[in-house]
């Protein structure tokens, strides 16, 4: 449940990414690398702005859930739905990069990247599991998975393109 409620600002970059991938595609088809970028940057700042509100509306329904609803059956909700939204709008904003990815011919780099992601999340899970973290080790594990993969997206993203400066 939380992280389906969580997940509802994932929606937002996704909906936003899908419109401007065609235009940064033709940008970057033309050669214009900056104007991509600068494209991107719009991008994510249409994508934050909407999710302001949006993570305003998210927290205070939670909130209702966790205190009013389900009362002590989802202890612990607010932070474990706080925590996962605040790493998806992170994560989100920092691989908004994998649009240029997908619109060149490196997509194989995106794979071995939420491969990378997923093993490291599962192995953080089921370690902190076995520690006694109970519910927490998959918050934690799942968070680094998405941190982990936007990481590297952001960080390759840098190292090509200081190559086509």
Known sequence: LATRISAI????FISLKNKFMPKIATLMDAKKFLESQNMLKSFRKRAFLICIPLLTIILIGTF??????????YEGLFVYVLTCTFVYIFSAYLGAHEVFYIVSDSVRF????????????????????LLN????????GHCMAFLTSSILIRLN?????????
């Open 64 to 73: 209702i859930l966790e205190n009013y609803l389900y009362a002590s059956e």
């Open 9 to 12: 600002i994932l929606l937002v």
């Open 157 to 165: 993203f840098k190292l090509s393109f200081d190559d086509n400066k």
């Open 110 to 129: 995106l794979s071995v990247f939420y491969l990378i992601s997923l093993l490291i999340g599962v192995s953080m899970s089921i370690s902190l599991y």
């Open 133 to 140: 973290f109970g519910f927490w080790s998959f918050l934690i």
